[in-house]
């Protein structure tokens, strides 16, 4: 039963985390903040990763009979993915902030809607997989439950970034608000990615 939630709630994940990367796109024709369009990159590249470590847990637990090598191989695979999105993502961050120059934000709610739910939906999701890796140890919901961690404190991030815009988008302040926010957000995005490439390595 426990294998079982594991992998609803893995499958529940990659069907929350589809319709924003989506959203965020469409809204990226309204809006033209760096900070958007960085968490564009981002939500695209952890849906790669979610999906994978989704079909990498589904076929573990089908196939439990398999050599222990190869169950070891697949959950580096997949947390491998989840680490390498997180870098990328960041990485991509950190060149759209610094090369960005557009001043004109544009309409950036269809954004900031995404970033607070986001908040929401991502705290969930990483308190429900530190219990079940709490409950039945295992390597792809422990990591998991970090990069959900991750994406809801990035995705606060962006919130504050967005609000001060959206409150005052003319003012001098919002295109350093909206770099530092950028950068902030693509920072602990490489960190915690590398930490778990790194993490990966050691197994």
Not at 8 to 20: A, D, E, H, K, Y
Request: proline share 2%; charged share 20%.
């Amino acid at each position: 039963m426990k294998k079982e939630a594991g992998e609803r709630t893995l499958l529940t994940s990659v069907i929350l985390s589809s319709p924003g990367a989506i959203v965020v796109g469409i809204g990226l024709f309204l809006g033209r903040s760096s900070t958007q369009i960085a968490d564009f990159i981002r939500r695209t590249a952890e849906l790669v990763a979610i999906i994978v470590s989704w079909l990498v847990y589904r076929h573990i637990h089908r196939h439990e009979g398999q050599e222990a090598v190869i169950k070891e191989k697949l959950e580096r695979i997949a947390n491998l993915c989840v680490g390498a999105a997180m870098c990328l993502s960041g990485a991509a961050m950190i060149l759209i902030a610094l090369f960005s120059v557009e001043t004109e934000k544009g309409n950036v709610i269809p954004g900031l809607v995404i970033a607070v739910l986001g908040v929401t939906t991502n705290s969930w999701f990483w308190l429900r997989f530190r219990k079940l890796n709490r409950n039945t140890p295992d390597a792809i919901l422990a990591v998991q439950s970090k990069l959900y961690r991750a994406k809801a404190l990035v995705d606060a991030c962006v919130t504050a970034s967005l609000a001060f815009i959206a409150v005052a988008p003319f003012s001098p302040a919002a295109r350093y608000v909206d770099l530092i926010g950028s950068i902030i957000v693509a920072v602990y995005l490489v960190m915690n990615g590398f930490i778990t490439l790194q993490g990966k390595k050691k197994m």
